[in-house]
Each structure stands twice: as C-alpha cells, then as structure tokens.
C-alpha cells in the first residue's frame, strides 16, 4: 500500500517571502499522480498543483511550483512571493493510476501561516 | 461550469441513528469518490463509483454504504451511527478515471 508522509506539522514565513513544504511518499509503481491540496479555514479542499510521474519536468502554477525527485520518493511544493491568503492546511496526496485503485492517499498536512 | 455541491452542509445526529449524505459532481463528471475527515485519523478514503458503480472499497465498517445514480449523484448512508462517525464528510469528482479530483465544501456530521 501506497503512503504520504509530511514532517512538518507547521510552518510559518512572512509575507512575500518564499516557502517550501515538504512531502516523501513510498510506493512500488512507476506511473502515478501526485498533487498539493491546500484546505483554507473554509474547510473547501481546493487544488494546488499535479505532478504527472512520467514528467520529468516539473509542474509550476504561477507562484507555486513543485520539485518531484522520483527516484528519492519526494515531492515538495514552493510557494513564492507569499500571500496572506496561501494561510492554509496543504496537504500532499498521491494517486494510483490502477483501476480500481484510484483512491487519493493523503498525507496529514503541514499548516501553513502567513505573517504580516 | 457549478462546482461539486453536497448537501446538507451540517447535520447533527444521535447515535444509534442513520444519516444520508447526498453529492452532485461537477456536470460531466462520471466519478464519484467519498472521504472522511477527522483530526484523528485525517483523510480516509470511503469509496469510489463510476457510472454506477462501485470501483473501490475503503477499509470502513459495513455501516458505511454508498450508491451513484444514472445521473452521477452519488449518496453516503451511516447507519447505527457512533460517537467516532463525527467527521467532515468529504465528495469529489473527476471527469475520468486518470483525471484530477475537485472537491465539494463537505459535510460536518456531529454525532452525539
């Protein structure tokens, strides 16, 4: 069975400053998804960013952008320029791409807060 | 296009009772994929149907069950609810099998 594991249960940076989360996973397939979530105090799981396995390049989405390392298993995300509104749960998930096994496996979130 | 919507947004039950939640997909949308939410345990999967059906079980007691309609509504039932059931109940949807997950505003069922 696949796992996430994040080793930050907090962070903290200031305001347009530049931050980076952390996030290993362990699993035995070659071709899979990986993804950021963030979930604001709302509660709503709102998505990050989505890294393909077979991509070697790495996924940016305006301020965000991920560093995927397969062969160490790792799967960070950078956030540049912060924003008060990037405060937030992140959460890193994986996904199987076996049909009928394509649940989302989360890790359990590194809290993220904005200082002014 | 209207995102994932679930209903009720709040529920509060007592245990012993049963409880169903209901989750439109986004329009489009054939997978359905159910999660529970718990400072605890954080996020489980519950289940995943596809155009009715079933694909993928979570490790939940029977208690917990499912079904998706020809409409791609899917619901949730609780039966014999339990104090640990309290959770956000978590619905998300995907066009495809490989494709991204968008989540609804959940559920927050309190059991007591």
């Known amino acids: 069975a696949q796992t996430v594991t994040q080793s930050q249960p907090e962070m903290s940076v200031q305001e347009a400053e530049t931050v980076t989360l952390s996030c290993t996973y362990d699993t035995s397939e070659s071709d899979y998804y990986l993804f950021w979530y963030k979930q604001p105090p709302s509660r709503q799981m709102i998505l990050v960013i989505r890294q393909e396995a077979y991509k070697q390049q790495n996924a940016t989405e305006n301020r965000f952008s991920v560093n995927f390392q397969k062969a160490a298993k790792s799967f960070s995300l950078k956030i540049s320029d912060s924003q008060l509104g990037d405060a937030a749960m992140y959460f890193c998930a994986y996904r199987s791409l076996v049909v009928g096994a394509q649940k989302l496996v989360f890790g359990q979130g590194t809290r993220l807060t904005i200082n002014p | 296009k209207a995102g994932v919507t679930q209903t009720p947004r709040y529920l509060i039950k007592t245990r012993g009772q049963q409880v169903t939640l209901s989750c439109s997909p986004i329009?489009?949308?054939?997978?359905v994929s159910w999660y529970q939410q718990t400072p605890g345990q954080g996020l489980q999967f519950l289940f995943e149907?596809?155009?009715?059906?079933?694909?993928n079980k979570g490790n939940f007691p029977g208690r917990f069950s499912g079904r998706q309609f020809s409409n791609s509504r899917s619901e949730m039932n609780v039966s014999t609810l339990e104090l640990g059931d309290s959770a956000l109940y978590l619905c998300?949807?995907?066009?495809?099998?490989?494709?991204?997950?968008?989540f609804g505003p959940g559920t927050r069922l309190t059991v007591l």
């Open positions: 329009s489009g949308h054939r997978s």
């Open positions: 998300a949807s995907s066009h495809r099998d490989r494709d991204t997950q968008y």
């Open positions: 149907y596809f155009s009715e059906t079933q694909r």
